[in-house]
């Protein structure tokens, strides 16, 4: 997960959640909402590089649709091809240890995702 400021300025990467079940998930999700007073959650869709849906991104669509119909915010996909790797150079770039990366990059990811919802890179 990650979140941004108001203004959109800055995105700061927060903890990852880890999936146990639907109704753990949503709890989760809307604690870090009402934290944040977020306006919106964006999730990653996974597509392939060349652009095409497989199973995962069909299982992004299916949670999307899940947490819009859970939440009183609009829920949004973002394009997620290539954030892994972005996120793993960041991290590199910090001084980060191959096993913070391991620990760091989905959040870190999370971020990037984030960071190009604002700049218009959607889906």
């Known amino acids: 997960m990650a979140v941004s400021d108001e203004l959109r300025i800055t995105v700061n990467p927060l903890p990852a959640i880890e999936r146990r079940s639907w109704k753990d998930l949503l709890r989760r999700v809307i604690a870090v909402i009402e934290s944040y007073d977020a306006r919106g959650l ?3 869709l996974p597509l392939g590089l060349d652009g095409t849906e497989g199973p995962a991104a069909k299982d992004a669509r299916a949670v ?3 947490f819009q119909r859970s939440l009183r915010i609009p ?3 973002q394009d997620e091809r290539l954030t892994t790797f972005a996120a793993t150079a960041h991290l590199k ?3 980060r240890s191959d096993r913070q990366i391991e620990q760091e990059v989905d959040s870190e990811a999370a971020a990037v ?3 190009d919802f604002f700049a218009g890179d959607r889906e």
Do not use: D, F, T
Request: charged share 15%.
């Open 93 to 95: 770039a910090g001084g």
């Open 64 to 66: 999307a649709e899940k």
């Open 113 to 115: 995702i984030l960071s």
């Open 75 to 77: 829920v949004y996909l």
């Open 42 to 44: 964006v999730i990653g």
